[in-house]
């Protein structure tokens, strides 16, 4: 081979570790934040979001790996005698209105689960960071020694001690800490990432927690379960739930204690939505995907005449895609009276079940003759493709013969429900490509957002996220729009605001709301912000 | 700007991975998507640390963040990222203190890079010249990576690096000889 040739195979683009893209995310995602919202608010409520945010962004960073890497984890369950539920527990009058087949019987025999992988192995490393601050160093040490603690109490789990231990093993998990910024009012930030380690492959999964906060002088008080105390113990407490939840493989009697919870017909249907709601969270999200489960959830759907609950049980069903939901959405299609339940069944017959010719059949019967627009649209949208959807969703908000919140509800759907086909034809995955179109979008539409802003402190919200998505400068229904947010807009929104204001450099209207700010507004965080904007927009022009 | 002192921000935007892929500026994702190993890979090859590889990726793609909505097309925030991460690590090496150091393999995971899998690749040549590249000069690092790891063309790198093409071409000239003469000795059948 050519030596160049050699240089070119032997300085080929690796892959870093995913938890990277996660830490990227998050720190991007507390820029956004700052960027659009600055200013200090209560400590607890920003650690949470936070937190929150650092999960979503580990899982957006999830979502994004190859599909190759993102298979998900083998779910370790080991049966024991106190199995599901036994099929006679269960009601006979699962789902009524759907044509009973030997599948979807609620049989719910004990399942074919594969042996747990015990033990999990965990090798926490020490602290990397050059830490001069002694009150930071010993926080974090503090915090690792309980964090450590804390999964030594996990009896399938075992701490090593350093990487020699881990040689030869299949498979480790790695837990690192790093220091995030100073140490502020006795508190120490932290950046937490845990990653699985399979040696001979580069793609290990893994989570990122950022911001989590450590306080020595904070006293341990009982906190909620899935909240976190910033004292060492309280935090470990937490991060190490979370792990078990999000990074190590299931805990098979967990598990199974969930399961026979979602499966058991003398609760309270709540607690069964609430025990096929922590199965879907849990890692890889591949409990509910078991037949029984499926069936727990069809049972419960039927049974329960609450209609809140019922959409919330098929919004859990997102991607299962088992053949048995079929035929109870179709029944949910044909005979229920709520909207919601309807619409969140169709979105899953769309998007899950678009190419079935069973759900194909329901969706043309839905498209024809729902009583509700959107449901229609929706089952349209599965048949017509991604164009006609579009195009549907402007034209309503167009459309002044509709109600204000219809326009607003078919907005709010379109936003939340993106195209899931990326790279086909029309395919939108957010509202910001489809409004970078202009093809798509014109003035008209922009106006008529505008003119819906001021109706809902949600829908103000959703199109302050697409406002930020959008980021177009200099088009006068973007002024307009920008403008009607800024009515009434709290002092995080204006932050958001101004940004999108200043790139709008042309427009007088822009200036004007500028100035006005940067003059009058009672926070001089934002004066100064738009003092810049304008300063910015003055030598730009 | 080291993100890794950050403060963390007053404020955030709401949870769930739905807020998150709105809030999120979708360009964003798809540039981190694509361009990801590519800024990973110069910065660990020039820097020849993973710790802060990963630390200037971070920045490089904050950067960008910050910078997107001047993004005029993807070659243009392709050139854009080379440049931002090349001109980090070059920052980072000019200062003393951070210059790659040894550590022990007890307490920290190798840095070193994961071999190659593709079979026509010689691995002991591909390590060997990971380690020579470390020896070159930072700029000549930094050329040979956007010749070989991102092949540009001589006019190309020079606009990266705020070069001369003739400096360009001198540092490539030197470098491979200089390389391929330290590898010439070697069993890797050049």
New interface residues.
């Given amino acids: ?1 050519e ?2 040739q ?12 995913p938890e ?2 996660s ?3 998050t ?15 209560n400590r607890t409520i ?2 949470g ?2 937190l ?2 650092a ?3 580990a ?2 960073a999830w ?2 790996r190859d599909e190759s890497a993102s298979q998900p984890v083998v779910i370790a369950i080991t049966p024991s005698t106190a199995g599901p539920t036994p099929a006679s527990e269960v009601p006979q009058n699962a789902e009524p209105s759907a044509p009973r087949t030997k599948e979807t019987t609620m049989a719910s025999d004990p399942q074919e689960i594969p042996p747990a992988p015990s033990p999990i192995h965990i090798l926490m ?2 602290l ?2 050059d830490i001069s601050d002694p009150v930071a160093r010993t926080a974090i040490n503090t915090f690792q020694s309980e964090l450590a603690e804390t999964l030594r109490a996990i009896p399938e789990l075992v701490l090593l001690s ?3 231990q881990a040689e030869g093993l299949p498979s480790y998990f ?1 837990i690192t800490v ?5 140490t ?1 009012d006795g508190i120490t ?1 932290i ?1 937490l990432e845990g990653g699985e380690e399979i040696p001979g492959k ?1 793609r290990r999964n893994g989570v990122a927690l ?2 989590l906060p450590i306080d020595l002088a904070s006293t341990c008080v009982p906190v909620p379960e899935g909240q976190m105390s910033p004292c060492p113990k309280g935090l470990a407490s937490y991060v190490s739930g979370y792990l078990r939840k999000r990074l190590f493989p299931p805990d098979p009697g967990q598990l199974l204690q969930l399961q026979n919870q979602a499966l058991n017909a003398s609760l309270e249907s709540p607690r069964r939505l609430e025990a096929l709601t922590e199965l879907a969270e849990t890692k890889g999200g591949g409990a509910l995907r078991e037949a029984a489960m499926v069936r727990a959830a069809i049972n419960l759907i039927s049974t329960s005449a609450d209609p809140t609950l019922k959409a919330q049980v098929w919004k859990l069903m997102k991607g299962i895609r088992h053949p048995d939901l079929i035929a109870p959405l179709a029944a949910t299609m044909r005979n229920e009276f709520d909207g919601e339940v309807r619409l969140q069944a169709v979105t899953r017959l769309q998007e899950d079940f678009a190419s079935d010719p069973a759900a194909r059949e329901v969706l043309e019967s839905v498209a024809r003759e729902d009583s509700r627009p959107l449901v229609r649209a929706v089952a349209q949208r599965a048949l017509g493709g991604e164009a006609d959807w579009n195009q549907y969703v402007l034209t309503s908000v167009k459309d002044a013969s509709k109600t204000d919140m219809e326009r607003i509800e078919v907005f709010t759907y379109f ?2 429900q ?1 195209c899931s086909m990326a790279g086909a034809s029309g395919c939108f ?5 489809l409004f970078r179109s202009r093809q798509s979008v014109d003035d008209e539409a922009m106006q008529a957002l505008a003119g819906l802003a001021g109706r809902s402190s949600e829908f103000r ?1 959703t199109l302050l ?2 406002v ?2 959008l ?1 177009e ?1 200099d088009r006068p229904a973007m002024t307009s729009l920008l403008l009607a947010l800024l009515d009434g807009a709290t002092t ?1 929104e204006k932050h958001q605001l101004i940004t999108g204001l200043s ?1 709008q450099h042309t427009d007088p209207r822009s200036r004007a709301a500028l100035e006005k700010i940067a003059v009058e507004d009672p926070d001089s965080q934002l004066r100064e912000l738009a003092a810049k904007a304008l300063r910015d927009s003055s030598s730009n022009n | 700007m080291r ?24 360009a ?2 798809q540039a ?2 694509e361009h ?3 800024v ?2 110069i910065a ?2 020039i820097t020849g640390r993973r ?1 802060d ?2 630390e200037l ?2 920045d490089a ?2 950067q960008l ?2 910078a ?2 001047r993004m005029v097309d993807p070659d243009h925030l392709k050139r854009w990222l080379l440049r931002a991460v090349v001109h980090l690590c070059l920052n980072r090496l000019r200062d003393e203190r951070r210059r790659p150091k040894l550590v022990s ?5 190798p840095d070193s ?2 071999p ?1 899998t ?1 079979a ?3 691995p002991l ?2 390590a060997r ?2 380690q020579l ?1 470390l020896e070159l000069s930072t700029e000549a690092r930094a050329v ?2 956007l010749r ?2 991102e ?1 540009l063309d001589p006019s190309g790198i020079a606009a990266v690096l705020d070069m001369s093409v003739n400096t360009v071409k001198s540092h490539l000239r030197r470098s ?1 000889d200089w ?2 003469e330290q ?1 010439a000795g070697e069993n ?3």
């Fill in positions: 081979m030596f160049e050699q240089l070119r195979a032997a300085f080929a683009p690796r892959d870093p570790r990277l893209r830490r990227i995310l720190r991007a995602s507390i820029q956004e934040g700052a960027k659009g919202k600055g200013g200090r608010a920003v650690v979001a936070i929150a945010f999960a979503a962004a899982m957006v979502s994004l490393l020490p990397q960071d350093d990487l020699k790695r790093r220091q995030l910024g100073e502020r930030w950046d580069r950022s911001g936003v939340s993106p995955s957010s509202s910001g490509q919200q996220n697409v930020n998505e980021r400068s995080g790139s | 993100t890794t002192n950050q403060k963390p921000a007053a404020s955030i935007p709401d949870e769930g991975l739905q807020r998150a892929r709105q809030e999120m500026p979708n964003f994702l981190l998507r990801e190993s590519r990973y890979s660990l090859r710790v590889a990963e990726t971070q793609f904050l963040h910050g997107l909505e393999i007890d307490t920290l995971p890079e994961p190659a593709e026509a690749v010689d040549l591909t010249l990971h590249l040979m990576l070989f790891q092949d491979i390389m391929r590898c890797h059948g050049i």
